[in-house]
């Protein structure tokens, strides 16, 4: 079973930046960042596999990136420019197997307990 483990999570204004971090106790195929704001429904917002491939939601595209340290056994979300519909809580989550659908939240087995982020106008 994959363990993980979010971190960075804060509030602060619009146009501020952050960094989530998520350690792993073993990576899947596919790794990616979600999130869940209140009254909406899980979002997909960045992932990576095994390969280096990354997406990302058209949200957040150019703002947010998604990187990976094996040695570390930490996954990351470096987020720019936040926005005040950026305000969820974010979560990380694994997948042993390559995704179709890297963006689909329902698609991930192991799931983080998340990282609060509230940004303010």
């Known amino acids: 079973k994959v363990q993980l483990a979010e971190s960075g999570g804060g509030s602060l204004h619009a146009g501020g930046s952050l960094r989530l971090s998520c350690a792993y106790t073993?990576?899947?195929?596919?790794m990616g960042w979600l999130r869940h704001a209140p009254g909406q429904e899980r979002e997909g917002v960045a992932s990576?596999?095994?390969?280096?491939?990354?997406r990302y939601a058209d949200s957040v595209k150019g703002r947010f990136t998604i990187s990976q340290d094996n040695a570390k056994n930490t996954l990351y979300l470096q987020m720019i420019s936040l926005k005040v519909e950026d305000t969820a809580m974010y979560y990380c989550?694994?997948?042993?197997?390559?995704?179709?659908?890297?963006?689909?939240?329902?698609?991930?087995?192991?799931w983080g307990q998340g990282t609060q982020v509230t940004v303010s106008s």
């Open positions: 990576i596999d095994k390969d280096g491939v990354t």
């Open positions: 989550a694994a997948n042993p197997f390559w995704l179709l659908r890297p963006l689909d939240a329902a698609a991930y087995r192991y």
């Open positions: 073993s990576s899947g195929h596919s």
